[in-house]
C-alpha cells in the first residue's frame, strides 16, 4: 500500500478508477499511481469539444442570464470565461498548446489594468480573489513566465493588508455588494482592517501554484494566517459563518477545507500543524466505506462526478503532506 493511504480507513483509488470517468481515471493513474498518461487525448473527449465549440472569436464564453444593474454582459462574460477556463484545464488538462487556452489568456489579459489586477468581475472595484483566481489558472496553463502574470503578483503583495493577508477593499469600507455595479467610484482598502481568509485563501492559491512566488516570505506569512483561520468565522460577512469550510467546489471556487489544505501543502506547510492534522483528522471520520467522501457541494450540475473530483484533491493532499 502506498506509504499517504495508511491513515485513511478505506483506500479510494479503485472506486475512483472504477466510476468510469476518462479524465478522472487518467489524473487518479497520473498524479496517484505515478504513471504518465497522454494529456491531449482529454481534449477530444465530447465534454471538453462541447465548451471549446461555445468559445467566441474574441475567446470569451458569454454568460447566460444577466442581470442589469448588477454587471455589464462583457463583465458577466469575463465571469463565464473564468468559470470555463477552470473546467477545461482542471479536468481536461488544457494547457497553452491548444488554441482556445491561447485565445481566452489573451481575452481575459483585456481586463488587466495598469495596476495589473483583473478588474470587472466586481465592476470598478478591486477584486484579489478574482484576479488570483484568474492568475491561478493561467498558471497552471503554462503562463507562469508571463510578465502580465508577475504584475498581478506585484499588485496582489501591494495591496495586502498590514496582517499580511488579503481582504476586498470594498468590505473593508464596510460597503455593500451594491458597490460591484460599474456606477460606483474604485473604493481602496483599510489596510489597518483584519484579513478575511475567504479572500486570502483564494489569494494564496495563485502563489501556491508558481514555482517562484510560492517560495516568498509573503506567501508564507498567508498562509500562517489561512492556517490560524482553519474551522473559524470569517471577519467579513461574504461566506462569514464557520460552516462554509464545510461547503465544497471543483473546480476550486471559494475557499474551504479542501482548497485551503491544498495549498497550504503546496507551500510546503507540515502535516504536524495542529491545524493541519485536525483537518486531515476530519477527512478520515468523513471517508465512506467505498473510499469517497459524500460532501455538501456549492456548485455543479453532476454532483456525483464532483464527489470523484473533489475525493481526488483530497487524496492529492494526503499524498502530498504523508508520502
Not at 101 to 107: K, L, R, T
Not at 154 to 183: H, K, M, Y
Not at 271 to 277: M, N, P, T, V
Amino acid at each position: 500500500m502506498k506509504k499517504w493511504l495508511i491513515g485513511l480507513t478505506h483506500d479510494p483509488i479503485p472506486t475512483l478508477l472504477e466510476y468510469g470517468d476518462i479524465p478522472i481515471a487518467s489524473f487518479v493513474r497520473q498524479d496517484l499511481l505515478g504513471e504518465t498518461i497522454a494529456v491531449q487525448d482529454l481534449w477530444q473527449l465530447p465534454e471538453a469539444q462541447k465548451i471549446v465549440r461555445k468559445q467566441q472569436p474574441d475567446g470569451s464564453w458569454i454568460y447566460p442570464g444577466v442581470r442589469d444593474g448588477i454587471r455589464t454582459q462583457e463583465n458577466y462574460n469575463q465571469f463565464e470565461t473564468y468559470r470555463n477556463l477552470g473546467i477545461l484545464v482542471e479536468e481536461f488538462g488544457l494547457n497553452k498548446k491548444h488554441p482556445a487556452i491561447q485565445e481566452a489568456a489573451e481575452y481575459l489579459f483585456t481586463f488587466q489594468t495598469p495596476e495589473g489586477d483583473f478588474r470587472g468581475i466586481y465592476g470598478n472595484q478591486y477584486s484579489p480573489n478574482y484576479s488570483a483566481g484568474i492568475t491561478e489558472l493561467l498558471i497552471k496553463a503554462g503562463y507562469g513566465s508571463d510578465v502580465r502574470i508577475r504584475k498581478v503578483f506585484t499588485w496582489l503583495i501591494e495591496v495586502r493588508q498590514e496582517d499580511g493577508g488579503w481582504a476586498i477593499p470594498f468590505r473593508t469600507q464596510d460597503c455593500g455588494i451594491d458597490t460591484i455595479s460599474n456606477g460606483f467610484k474604485t473604493i481602496k482598502a483599510d489596510t489597518s482592517r483584519p484579513f478575511s481568509h475567504m479572500v486570502t485563501g483564494v489569494v494564496l492559491r495563485a502563489f501556491a501554484v508558481h514555482p517562484t512566488y510560492k517560495k516568498s516570505k509573503e506567501a508564507r506569512k498567508a498562509g500562517e494566517l489561512l492556517l490560524s483561520q482553519l474551522f473559524k468565522k470569517d471577519h467579513y460577512p461574504d461566506r462569514a459563518t464557520p460552516e462554509y469550510w464545510l461547503r465544497f467546489s471543483f473546480p476550486f471556487w471559494y475557499t474551504d477545507l479542501i482548497s485551503a489544505l491544498d495549498s497550504l501543502s503546496l507551500l510546503g506547510f507540515s502535516k504536524h500543524e495542529l491545524q493541519i492534522e485536525k483537518a486531515l483528522e476530519w477527512f478520515i471520520e468523513h471517508q465512506r466505506e467505498s473510499g469517497l467522501w459524500e460532501l455538501k457541494i456549492l456548485k455543479g450540475k453532476n454532483k456525483d462526478v464532483l464527489q470523484l473530483w473533489l475525493t481526488l484533491a483530497i487524496c492529492r493532499i494526503f499524498k502530498k503532506l504523508c508520502a
